[in-house]
């Protein structure tokens, strides 16, 4: 089995829902006292957010590089960005390290791919909504991805910081998510992108009345076939 490397910490919240998943299913595949060969690298969570609110990419850049090459020191075979927002840093990472990152739009466009999809709503934070880092890279995978209007994406990004990050999990919240997801349904969405790791937390199949696709879940789905594939 692979050692699976987690760039964690953003927010712990989902990166605890990533050790959780990673550990059950290698027990589910594996079955008996199996548990995934894991190292996660943990940071504080408060500096990254206050950079991401000034800008600072080339800052955050360098944090995840550092991040990955102490995975990659500690013997990680495979690396993770537990987190949407900061796959912005992904190809700094994939410039400075060796070991092989398993890019969280790729599973994800995949399956939507599968399930004969082709234009989707994306739910993220406001920087995963409005930068091309991810919609970019689903498009050229062939997805029309469309995002929440102004208002849309400010509840949606203020929902995931004030309250999902510090795992506060509102009903009233919940219901400003599915206005949005009936919103971008009625703009011709065939299927719904959870595109932040934590948002799974609130959102679930009830909530829309079209197929939601789980970031989190396929980035974990894609690792654990990584991890044991000889």
């Not at 999902?164 to 949005?180: F, I, K, T, Y």
């Not at 919103?183 to 719904?192: P, Q, S, T």
């Amino acid at each position: 089995m692979k050692v699976i490397g987690l760039i964690g910490g953003l927010s712990w919240e989902s990166s605890a829902e990533y050790y959780r998943r990673l550990n059950r299913q290698v027990r589910e595949r594996l079955g008996g006292l199996h548990a995934a060969n894991i190292l996660m690298h943990s940071l504080d969570f408060a500096p990254v957010a206050e950079l991401q609110a000034q800008g600072d990419w080339p800052a955050l850049d360098r944090a995840m590089v550092e991040a990955a090459d102490m995975l990659a020191r500690g013997g990680a075979d495979i690396l993770l960005i537990c987190s949407n927002t900061m796959h912005r840093c992904a190809g700094a990472v994939e410039a400075a390290s060796s070991v092989p990152l398993i890019h969280i739009a790729d599973p994800t466009a995949a399956a939507i791919k599968a399930a004969g999809l082709s234009r989707v709503g994306l739910l993220g934070t406001a920087f995963t909504m409005e930068q091309d880092f991810l919609t970019g890279r689903m498009a050229k995978a062939g997805l029309d991805v469309i995002v929440p209007d102004d208002a849309g994406r400010e509840t949606i990004h203020r929902i995931i910081y004030d309250e999902l990050v510090q795992g506060v999990v509102n009903d009233a919240s919940r219901g400003r998510c599915r206005d949005v997801i009936t919103a971008l349904v009625d703009r011709g969405a065939e299927a719904i992108i959870l595109g932040c790791t934590e948002i799974m937390l609130l959102v679930g199949a009830e909530d829309s009345t079209v197929p939601l696709f789980d970031t989190l879940a396929l980035h974990v789905d894609a690792a654990i076939d990584a991890a044991l594939t000889p």
